[in-house]
């Protein structure tokens, strides 16, 4: 079978992969589409600190049941990818806190994921999805999830005005979403590349820049770089909150702690969720957040190695959510309709 393996830093090509063997309890699933995000362009840069190639890149999965060892799934059932790997045993797996387990890992980042023809993986790892939804939606599912493992941290806070850095296609699923649960809230953006500020504009988030004065009562910032935190000290005001949840370089260091011990801000990083998604499908029902939203790029398999090799994802003019297709139709129950 073609899957799409990064073998180093820029080393990407599209390649022959030997078929999986199936066991007890195991499910096989041809691959619809899987969605690129910034631990992905991280990865084949080399700066995310996990690396081991080679590897398959691609941890927000949806495709559809091909071969079934198990009783929860059926042939034709479409799934979702749950990519978290905990080991169940230690104190915080015991605790019901999987994603702070001692040897967590996440398919697509430390071992093969969805970007290729079909994966074979325990039940366990499958997370059935609505046959009503269209499968591309699904795609969406796993950064949803981030949403919702984020969205705890600002409710708590009864937020009256919140800055979120950073406006690509995890910030503009954000700006969604608090819009929804939030419809009267100060959002102020910001992004330094134009067109996603604009389209986080457009869905009712007000222009931020550095020196404005107005203090913030939660930061998101969806970047994690020294100048992102820098802004975020500077931003939030006395007793906030600063949510981090993009991926910072390996070596970097929180600026601005003097500034942040005398705001007495709190400072959260959210890095991985549960295996429960209990919102995605949700939003995506009810047109919180579509794929319209969010997706600007539909690629091929050999099309996505050429964007992942000369990094295209650093172009002015891209904004959103980049998804490879690789099984235009596979299995479809009879009468449904995608």
């Keep these: 079978m073609k899957g799409l393996q990064i073998q180093g830093v820029n080393q990407v090509s599209v390649v022959d992969l030997p078929a999986e063997p199936i066991g007890e309890g195991m499910v ?7 969605g690129l995000c910034g631990t ?17 890149p691609g941890h927000e999965v949806i495709g559809r049941v091909t071969e079934s060892r198990s009783s929860r799934f059926h042939v034709g059932d479409p799934v979702i990818l749950d990519p978290l790997v905990s080991c169940g045993t230690c104190n915080a797996c015991r605790l019901g806190r999987p994603q702070w387990c001692e040897h967590v890992g996440v398919i697509g980042v430390v071992r093969d994921g969805g970007a290729r023809e079909e994966m074979v993986l325990p039940d366990s790892q499958w997370v059935p999805w609505p046959k009503k939804l269209p499968l591309e939606d699904g795609v969406l599912s796993e950064p949803l999830h981030v949403v919702e493992t984020i969205l705890p941290l600002i409710g708590s ?4 005005r919140i800055l979120v850095i950073g406006n690509g296609a995890l910030g503009l699923m954000i700006l969604h979403v608090l819009k929804h649960y939030w419809p009267d809230l ?17 869905i009712g988030g007000k222009p931020w820049n550095p020196n404005d004065k107005e203090p913030m009562n939660v930061v998101i910032d969806g970047v994690g770089t020294n100048s992102s935190l ?15 949840y993009g991926v910072p370089k390996p070596g970097n260091v929180v600026p601005n702690a003097d500034l942040l011990f005398r705001k007495n801000v709190r400072m959260s990083f959210s890095r991985l969720y549960t295996h429960e998604f209990r ?6 029902a009810n047109d919180v957040v579509t794929s319209t939203d969010i997706v600007s790029d539909r690629l091929s398999l050999d099309e996505a190695a050429a964007f992942l090799r000369e990094k295209r994802w650093k172009s002015p003019s891209r904004w959103g959510k980049a998804i490879i297709t690789i099984a235009r139709n596979p299995i479809q129950d009879e009468g449904e309709q995608q």
Aim: net charge neutral.
């Design 28 to 34: 096989r699933v041809a691959i619809h589409a899987v």
């Design 40 to 56: 992905d362009f991280a990865l084949i840069e080399g700066t995310l600190g996990l690396n081991v190639w080679p590897v398959v």
């Design 157 to 160: 806070e009864q937020p009256s």
């Design 186 to 202: 100060d959002i102020r953006t910001y992004d330094v590349i134009a067109e996603r500020w604009h389209r986080a504009l457009r």
């Design 230 to 244: 820098k802004m975020a000290a500077s931003s939030v005001g006395n007793g906030g909150h600063i949510i981090v």
């Design 279 to 284: 919102y995605p499908a949700q939003w995506l």
